[in-house]
């Protein structure tokens, strides 16, 4: 499976973007789906997450502004994004978790998508 993502741009601070990740097979089995984003001369840190049953997660930093979600029918995912401030500014990357069972055993498998870049200029 291949993870596109797509929806970056230049944008004022308050204004919004909605981010897609989009894959090329079906999202049902990823138990866990998430974007990260990581800023200039920065480490990647997580900013939200969304599970197989629909539950949310954000980081402190976000949360109240990002929407999380994901369309199992599309299999896409998204990020709204609102109320953007200079410093939500980086590349964004879109990844998905699931685990295999082959002969018995549990195989993790994470997939990432290429990053899109994120402006928000004050």
């Known amino acids: 499976v291949q993870l596109q993502a797509s929806g970056g741009g230049l944008v004022q601070a308050g204004g919004s973007l909605r981010l897609s990740c989009a894959a090329s097979g079906s999202i049902s089995s990823f138990h866990t789906m998430g974007w990260y984003r990581q800023a200039p001369g920065k480490r990647r840190v997580l900013v939200a997450t969304?599970?197989?049953?629909?539950?949310?997660d954000y980081s402190e930093s976000v949360k109240g502004r990002f929407t999380i979600s994901r369309d199992n029918a599309k299999n896409t995912m998204y990020l709204q994004m609102n109320i953007l401030k200079p410093e939500d500014t980086a590349v964004y990357y879109c990844?998905?978790?699931?685990?295999?069972?082959?002969?018995?055993?549990?195989?993790?498998?994470?997939?990432w998508g290429q990053g899109t870049l994120v402006t928000v200029s004050s």
């Open positions: 969304v599970t197989s049953g629909g539950n949310t």
């Open positions: 990844n998905a978790d699931r685990t295999t069972v082959e002969s018995g055993l549990k195989i993790p498998a994470r997939y």
